[in-house]
């Protein structure tokens, strides 16, 4: 694929303009629109005792990224806006620092319970968490939509444009549990695309109409923190949740 690309006429072009006259290109703009949108989050989270920052403007100013990310950069920004505000998530909850200083699978276990709690998550009760809240509804939307085209249930729907009818790229950047590794800890990646995949999916109306994935999702919910086995039980049902979906 390399070789392909530096032969191409493109490629040699490019090759024999002058040194200073190549033009710069990249995804500066899209890590900038990352890490301002991240660091937005973290203000609107945060307690500071200076009262000159106004902390629903600085929510607002998150949700409204966090609005335009389908329309800017589409699924792949929006996923990656995901993935960056939940990290910051299991970053305030220690679910990070329990990873580094015990293993994935205990961190796991417990954010899992923690967060996909409807009445104990934050991201559910939390004012401030309205932008992840929004990104969790959208990506979980658009992969219904994607189910319904894959299934062929929307061929017959005279309403729907040639564009609706196509399937979203949602599919090839939607967080994943198989992405990251289970024993690196200077990202947590794979800790942060687990929760991130089992949220997505909790909101999904196609998941939440089989019943081995509602049934497992209703176990983690559920589970006392107190029995034997808790970490070992809830891996297990995330695992049954994993493979419906």
């Known amino acids: ?76 920004d929006a996923c990656s806006l995901l993935e960056h505000l939940l990290h910051a998530v299991l970053d305030e909850g220690g679910y990070l620092k329990l990873r580094k200083d015990s293993s994935h699978s205990e961190a796991l276990a417990q954010a899992s319970h923690s967060l996909l709690s409807t009445s104990l998550s934050k991201i559910e009760t939390e004012p401030y968490n309205a932008s992840i809240r929004y990104l969790l509804m959208q990506t979980s939307e658009t992969l219904g939509k994607d189910l319904k085209v894959v299934r062929g249930e929307a061929d017959g729907d005279k309403t729907k444009t040639d564009e609706e009818l196509l399937m979203s790229t949602l599919n090839v950047f939607i967080p994943h549990n198989d992405r990251g590794s289970s024993k690196s800890t200077q990202t947590h990646r794979k800790l942060v695309q687990c929760i991130a995949e089992a949220l997505i999916w909790s909101r999904n109306e196609v998941a939440l109409s089989d019943q081995t994935f509602s049934a497992a999702l209703n176990s983690v919910r559920g589970m006392d923190k107190g029995c034997d086995m808790f970490e070992a039980k809830i891996i297990d049902q995330l695992h049954k949740m994993q493979t419906v979906i």
């Open 1 to 76: 694929r390399r070789r392909y690309h530096l032969k191409s006429p493109e490629a040699k072009s490019l090759q024999e303009e002058p040194e200073g006259s190549k033009e710069v290109t990249g995804d500066g703009e899209r890590l900038f629109f990352y890490v301002a949108t991240s660091s937005l989050y973290r203000i609107g989270c945060a307690d500071f005792e200076d009262s000159s920052i106004n902390k629903d403007l600085v929510c607002a100013a998150t949700s409204c990224a966090c609005r335009i990310s389908f329309l800017a950069g589409g699924s792949r």
